[in-house]
């Protein structure tokens, strides 16, 4: 059992930053890839970036490359996501999950472990 714990959401301005982080329960924390996906508010959950447990591979949605990183710390139990050069269309609750698959995957089906999720509100 993993259990996921997010923070650093918050109201930005367009154009600025935020890290979120996510913190994990449990000893295991390398073996699972971990994932962030947002959900607007009246839209369906979207993927936004993953990371293998090694940290050695990522993949991001187009929407967020160039601007999004995910990075973790296995010695924390931690995985971020710094956000630069936010849009509105950025404003969303994101969430982190954890897959007990060895590959980094966009699809929510393959993530076993949720969050409950922080909101991220970008303002112009």
């Known amino acids: 059992q993993v259990q996921l714990v997010e923070s650093g959401g918050g109201l930005v301005q367009a154009g600025g930053s935020l890290r979120l982080s996510c913190a994990a329960s449990?000893?295991?924390?390398?073996?699972?890839?971990m994932g962030w996906f947002r959900q607007a508010q009246g839209k369906r959950r979207e993927f936004v970036a993953a990371?293998?447990?090694?940290?050695?591979?990522?993949y991001y949605a187009d929407s967020v490359k160039g601007r999004f990183t995910i990075s973790r710390d296995n010695a924390k139990n931690t995985v971020y996501l710094q956000m630069n050069s936010l849009k509105l269309e950025d404003t969303a609750v994101y969430y982190c999950?954890?897959?007990?698959?060895?590959?980094?995957?966009?699809?929510?089906?393959?993530?076993?472990?949720w969050g409950q999720g922080t909101q991220v509100t970008v303002s112009s």
């Open positions: 449990g000893r295991t924390f390398s073996h699972y890839a």
């Open positions: 999950a954890a897959s007990g698959r060895w590959y980094t995957s966009p699809q929510p089906s393959d993530y076993d472990y």
């Open positions: 990371i293998s447990g090694s940290g050695g591979a990522t």
